[in-house]
């Protein structure tokens, strides 16, 4: 597989077609991450611009403040919260503008603010925004004057506990200055669709919002052209704009016929980009570039999910915002690797758990080739914590819908909205009619995708899931199908033998949840060591039986499982986050990544555990599993067999003929989707043999190491661009004397970087661990952890040492290069 990496942010291949556009006076989107002041204090006053703010610590954003704490286990935001503190904080930056930007209109954009900002330029309240997951803006323009200017924002996060969740504190998403001409497109104001396609055609439609500044009326010409990933350009048309003055707003149409498109699909994520001109007097003076993709999507109540016209079984996963380390503050780069390692799973569908995330997200979906399903409350009027969303929702939902579709509905990984997750009003008898408004909003403003909810009470016993509510939904969405009664057995299929028109949706389901590396019974601070198992084996034969179901039943579009990585909050004390994830904290997959690697991927694979490293358990009996996609593999240890076991799924029957099989049958010895032995436990090494139709073609060996002697560093890119959006992932590992990873070990280390760049995140992905994210010191957790550097803005190189007393101490270097990125900044703009 490809290997996906930052650099396909950076949109070069169109920048020949852009540049000639800023040249000639078009508008200015300015990066304003730099050189902030913050006090995590409330303190009184600061909104004033003449406010002295000159001991406040200086920092760039995004920014999370709560992530830089102690865990606390009586923190108000408890085990929800990840037992970090939040409270209030301040941030200010001073500015610069030019004259001549005061003929344009400014606004300030904001990605996201956890939680209850309120935002000021030179003192002048411009508005507070209670969401902290939504992008939001103010228009600056009647306020700003030639040269110094000031914008403060106040950060409230002390009404505890407003999350289930880990939601971070702070200005934790990126920040942006917009400059335009007064006639100008509006923020999201281009919609595209695609409402004809197929291989020989396309039919592209812009909607375009363009607004009028002016004192006075006028017209103007509006230009829509299509290039496509290579900057080659595809297709354009152009109409006359006629406009009011003052804050006129007008939609313009247009249509487009592109001819032999390359479609967007998982395998081949092509985007196209809609470049909007504003020409006045033959002069463009605003313009904006659109990234989308040509695709067609289908739901269909017996054939399931289609795009393009190929039926796609959604294999999907739900995520959070946060990044472990980092908490909600996650460089780009973090994303990339993340989405790298679940795509290299076999994922390809991502369900937005379960507010908006950040946009860069989402365009790392379109091109990294990932379904959305796209989620944007977690509560509605009937709330979970004392201080969430339905606090605000009657006042703010329409108005956060509205923005949350117009921001997102361009991206081609978007095929699915949900309007919420395990609502209260599901249960309610009169709870449909607060999901009819949202139903309704989502149809007027986007009508070329379903909605659904994901709903954890339609078979209740005590409360289900109305018959109106479900029947207000494009979409069925479930959570947790097989959580009542029969439904353990027979999934969907009671609701779609009594609803056969109903489209169905496994919105979040069952994974096997466990702690990396863990193999001793127990639960929640509890460890059992007389008890050794390969898994949580109920978990995991409920996970294989709910993919079988779905995968062989076309009609069940796929299946989100909860959750794709492990996150902060949501948690029980000792622990500080979830472990339901099958990758960790840290980024590292466990052993039920390789469940679902073994059913989505068809790379030939085994995967074995536990670790072999039991001393003082000689003759004791161990299990041993493996999950893999061939269909027998041969257990060994030491060179003595423990006998081949077969798996097939699905089993194939009879085709064309009686006794004739269009696939060879295996005589499977047994009906779940992993395999199992039981082994009198020696040192030495496993290994397993796994062939196809008789045929070896993988093997895998885990061996019994040797005590703790050194750590050993790797890096998964040794050149990074010198961007705030760009990390290096540092694995550390604990090895023996050969150089084998010691599965168990548990060494403390402390990681120094020096010359270009900082550590910003260490972790090792132990729920129990209280240590600070923050410190450099810490210990390794069944054998690894995971240090985050971020270069600085100045390429150089950047060392990265681990340091012990008792072990051999490793080194790595990484070179940051001059960053290539097209985005341009503040800093740069007043330069």
């Not at 679940?342 to 569908?349: I, Q, R, V, W, Y």
Request: a neutral charge; glycine letters at 8%.
């Amino acid at each position: 597989m490809k290997r996906f990496t930052l650099s396909i942010l950076v949109f070069l291949c169109i920048q020949s077609f852009s540049n000639c556009i800023a040249q000639a006076g078009g508008r200015e989107r300015l990066l304003m991450d730099a050189g902030w002041k913050f006090s995590q204090t409330d303190t009184v006053g600061a909104e004033k611009a003449a406010f002295n703010d000159s001991r406040w610590r200086t920092l760039n954003l995004p920014h999370d403040w709560s992530i830089e704490h102690d865990f606390i286990q009586d923190a108000p935001t408890g085990g929800g919260g990840g037992y970090l503190p939040t409270g209030v904080g301040w941030y200010r930056k001073q500015f610069t503008i030019p004259r001549s930007a005061l003929s344009k209109v400014v606004w300030i954009e904001f990605d996201g603010v956890y939680q209850n900002s309120d935002v000021w330029i030179n003192g002048h309240h411009l508005g507070r925004y209670p969401n902290g997951y939504m992008s939001f803006h103010y228009d600056l323009t009647p306020h700003l004057k030639a040269g110094n200017n000031t914008i403060t924002v106040r950060v409230d996060n002390s009404r505890q506990p407003n999350t289930r969740w880990y939601s971070g504190s702070g200005i934790y998403r990126h920040v942006w200055l917009n400059i335009a001409h007064p006639l100008h497109i509006a923020q999201w104001g281009t919609y595209i669709t695609t409402p004809q396609v197929d291989a020989a055609k396309a039919t592209v439609q812009i909607k375009t919002t363009v607004n009028n500044r002016k004192a006075v009326s006028g017209t103007a010409t509006l230009r829509s052209v299509i290039v496509d990933e290579v900057g080659k350009e595809v297709g354009r048309t152009e109409s006359a704009v006629s406009l009011k003055s003052g804050t006129d707003t007008t939609i313009v149409s247009h249509e487009i016929q592109v001819a032999t498109p390359v479609l967007w699909s998982l395998e081949k994520p092509h985007m196209y980009s809609i470049w909007s001109l504003v020409i006045d007097k033959g002069k463009v003076i605003d313009e904006v570039a659109t990234p989308f993709g040509i695709r067609h999507i289908e739901y269909d109540a017996d054939k399931g999910f289609l795009l393009n016209g190929k039926r796609i079984k959604m294999k999907g996963v739900c995520l959070h915002h946060d990044a472990g380390s980092v908490g909600a503050a996650v460089p780009e780069s973090m994303w990339v690797r993340r989405l790298q390692i679940l795509k290299d799973m076999g994922c390809n569908a991502i369900r937005t758990s379960h507010n908006p995330m950040a946009p860069e997200f989402l365009d790392l979906c379109d091109r990294m080739g990932f379904l959305v399903q796209n989620e944007v409350y977690d509560v509605w009027l009937a709330g979970k914590a004392k201080y969430d969303y339905a606090v605000y929702f009657k006042e703010w939902s329409q108005r956060d819908l509205v923005n949350f579709i117009h921001r997102d509905r361009n991206h081609p990984s978007v095929v699915l909205w949900s309007a919420g997750n395990e609502i209260g009003e599901q249960g309610q008898p009169k709870g449909y009619e607060v999901l009819r408004p949202l139903i309704e909003t989502f149809h007027r403003e986007d009508p070329t995708r379903p909605v659904t909810t994901g709903n954890d009470h339609i078979a209740d016993d005590n409360s289900p899931t109305t018959p109106e509510f479900l029947s207000m939904l494009d979409i069925v969405g479930y959570n947790y199908v097989d959580r009542w009664r029969d439904r353990r057995e027979l999934f969907y299929d009671i609701d779609k033998r009594n609803n056969p028109g109903w489209k169905m949706i496994g919105t979040e389901n069952v994974s096997i949840s466990g702690v990396r590396g863990n193999y001793f019974g127990g639960g929640y601070g509890r460890i059992d060591s007389s008890v050794i198992q390969p898994a949580n084996l109920p978990g995991v034969i409920r996970a294989e039986q709910l993919w079988k179901f779905t995968a062989v039943h076309d009609y069940v579009i796929g299946d989100f499982m909860w959750t794709g990585i492990d996150y902060l909050g949501e948690a029980r004390w000792p622990s500080k986050n979830s472990s339901s994830g099958v990758i960790d904290l840290c980024g590292f997959p466990k052993d039920a990544y390789y469940f679902y690697k073994s059913q989505w991927t068809d790379q030939p694979m085994i995967h074995l555990a536990p670790h072999w490293n039991w001393n003082g358990r000689e003759g004791k009996v161990i299990p041993v599993m493996a999950y893999t996609n061939c269909d027998t593999v041969e257990l060994f240890l030491n060179g003595k067999s423990f006998g081949a076991k077969s798996v097939q799924f699905p089993r194939p029957g009879n085709a064309g003929a009686w006794n004739r099989y269009a696939v060879t049958p295996v005589g499977t010895t047994t009906a779940d989707l992993h395999l199992i032995w039981d082994v009198p436990y020696e040192p030495g090494i496993l290994k397993a043999v796994g062939r196809k139709g008789g045929k070896t073609i993988v093997e895998e060996e885990i061996r019994t190491t040797g005590a703790p002697a050194a750590f050993r560093l790797s890096v998964d890119r040794s050149k990074i661009e010198a961007d705030a959006t760009n990390v290096a992932h540092v694995k550390i590992e604990v090895v023996d004397k050969d150089g084998n990873i010691v599965p168990n070990a548990a060494e403390s280390v402390q990681v120094i970087v020096e010359g270009a760049g900082r550590l910003i995140g260490l972790d090792n992905g132990n729920p129990v661990d209280h240590t600070s994210m923050k410190s450099d010191k810490r210990k390794t957790f069944n054998g690894l952890a995971l240090a985050v550097v971020q270069p600085a803005i100045k390429p150089g190189t950047i060392r990265v040492t681990t340091r012990s007393s008792f072990l051999k101490n490793d080194s790595i270097e990484i070179s940051t290069v001059k960053s290539g990125s097209a985005i341009r900044t503040l800093e740069q703009m007043q330069k």
